[in-house]
């Protein structure tokens, strides 16, 4: 189609673009982390969200040179801002089944470019998904595992959602969860959800995982989110995915 072409053109072309939202320690309001969220600035329609192509990426393969991409830049992003960061600041990458089941070629690439900048691979957390951790085939366990012992973080992306088993909490390839911002949007609302939420996070704890919570939109949430002692939160009470040069001034204001 001709979206594909488009897709296949934009790389070249330099329209994809990283915004990065801020993560917060809940307890202190500490900016500690940040997501890289990939927009594509299309050339006639604007900015275009990766709900609108991402899944088109990854049917056509097209997500394994972008995921690289991502990569490198976010990892040069984050070299930029070294200078402002808190010692434990932590940037966050997204990432497709298909970068795991590609030779793990990305993790390496990650590691050497993180080498290049004299960064820390502490610094850095790689967010999978359900649908990562369920392919049997690659050795995933492995690649997280060999990411883990390098010092990378690993992320359970949306959990709550799907077919997120409460199972993957006893994984030992996953250092954080982040609840899916549907559960959060209820919690304030409805005591269910409030119950399972605590819940996710009371065993998410005793398993020694840290909790990132997801979509936070309103103060009630949060304070619930603080009393059932929820580490991180992102989400638009705090800020929305911004882009780089307004990210680097909320380093300067914190
Ligand atoms: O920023 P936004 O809410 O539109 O992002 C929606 C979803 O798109 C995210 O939750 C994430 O799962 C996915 N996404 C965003 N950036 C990336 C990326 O760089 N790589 C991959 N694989 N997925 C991404
Ligand atoms: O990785 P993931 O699919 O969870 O990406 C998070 C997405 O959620 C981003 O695309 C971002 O634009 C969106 N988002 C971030 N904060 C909020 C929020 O507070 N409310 C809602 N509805 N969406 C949010
Ligand atoms: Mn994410
Ligand atoms: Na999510």
Known sequence: SGLIKELRQALGQQQFLLHYQPVFELTTGQLTKAEALLRWQHPAKGIIEPADFIALCEETGIIIPLGSWVFQQAIRQLSLW??????????????????????????????????????STKQLIIEVTEKTLMDSHHNITEKLLALQQAGINVALDDFGTGYSALASLTRQDISFIKIDRSVIHNIAASSADRILCEAIIAMAHKLSIKVIAEGIETEAQKQLLLDAGCDYGQGYLFSPPIPAQSFQLLLKQH
């Open 82 to 119: 070294q200078p402002r960061l808190a010692p434990d600041f932590q940037l966050s990458i997204n990432t497709s089944l298909l970068q795991f089941q590609d030779k793990q070629k990305d993790i390496l690439l990650c590691l050497n470019n993180l080498k290049h900048y004299q960064l």
